[in-house]
């Protein structure tokens, strides 16, 4: 009896040393937010709009998100980068197994595609196209990107078809954006009962843009050719 007693007595003091190695070793991230408070975390992965991480405890394995946007600096315990648009910060002290990250919450920025629907339901000129926008080079302030769009007319005159090809300017940085964009048209697909040309050789918008980076929805509003002014809807990915 005072052997098997013994014995478990041993076996009871191994399991609890292996508890307390493995909670003195645990190591947490700590994320500050952009309102002063902060979290410790394990962080798993930091993509362009969000971050998983899991609560900071041993037995702890189920992920969790945060939006990247309300984060100002992640410290890690780490020795690679997990975010590349983040730099270094000079005034928090160091520490040997510490990398304090910044991160950017005007980082994020709107999705390179986009899909959506300008109409202008004018009495004298009714327009409709569909586009398909795609960025093409960019930072956190201005991108440019390419545009394609196939859309029909109608008015007093009569009817027609187009295509339309532009190249633009977009600011970043909130979900409120200027653009300008400029291009040509070319009087194809031949559609409408009197298969009119639409009549003007270049296209040209200059407008508004709520697109918010974080989420898909898309507003326009502007003035244009060949629309004049114009209203459009649509989604981003």
């Not at 394609?148 to 600011?171: A, K």
């Not at 040509?184 to 040309?197: A, M």
């Not at 003007?200 to 929805?217: E, H, L, S, T, V």
Request: aromatic share 12%.
């Amino acid at each position: 009896m005072k052997h098997f007693t013994l014995i478990s007595l041993v076996f009871l003091s191994f399991q609890i040393y292996g508890q307390t190695e493995k909670k003195s070793s645990l190591q947490c991230d700590s994320i500050i937010f952009l309102n002063g408070t902060a979290k410790l975390a394990q962080i798993k992965e930091v993509s362009r709009r969000k971050i998983i991480y899991i609560k900071c405890c041993c037995d702890c394995a189920v992920p969790r998100e945060l939006k990247k946007n309300e984060i100002d600096t992640i410290i890690y315990f780490q020795e690679e980068w997990i975010d590349q648009p983040t730099q270094y910060l000079d005034n928090l002290p160091k520490h040997e197994e510490v990398t304090p990250l910044k991160v950017k919450p005007t980082s994020a920025r709107i999705n390179k595609n986009s899909l959506f629907v300008n109409a202008s339901p004018l009495i004298l000129n009714n327009t409709i196209n569909v586009n398909y926008e795609r960025i093409l080079i960019g930072n956190e302030n201005i991108s440019a990107f390419a545009k394609v769009g196939i859309g029909g007319f109608i008015n007093i005159y009569g009817s027609g078809g187009y295509t339309v090809t532009q190249i633009g300017l977009v600011t970043e940085g909130n979900k409120h954006h200027f653009e300008i964009s400029a291009g040509r048209i070319i009087e194809y697909p031949k559609i409408g009962y009197s298969d009119r040309p639409i009549g003007y050789p270049y296209a040209a918008n200059i407008g508004w843009r709520i697109q918010d980076p974080n989420k898909k929805f898309i507003f326009k509003l502007g003035v244009g050719l060949p629309e004049f002014l114009y209203f459009g809807l649509g989604f981003s990915f």
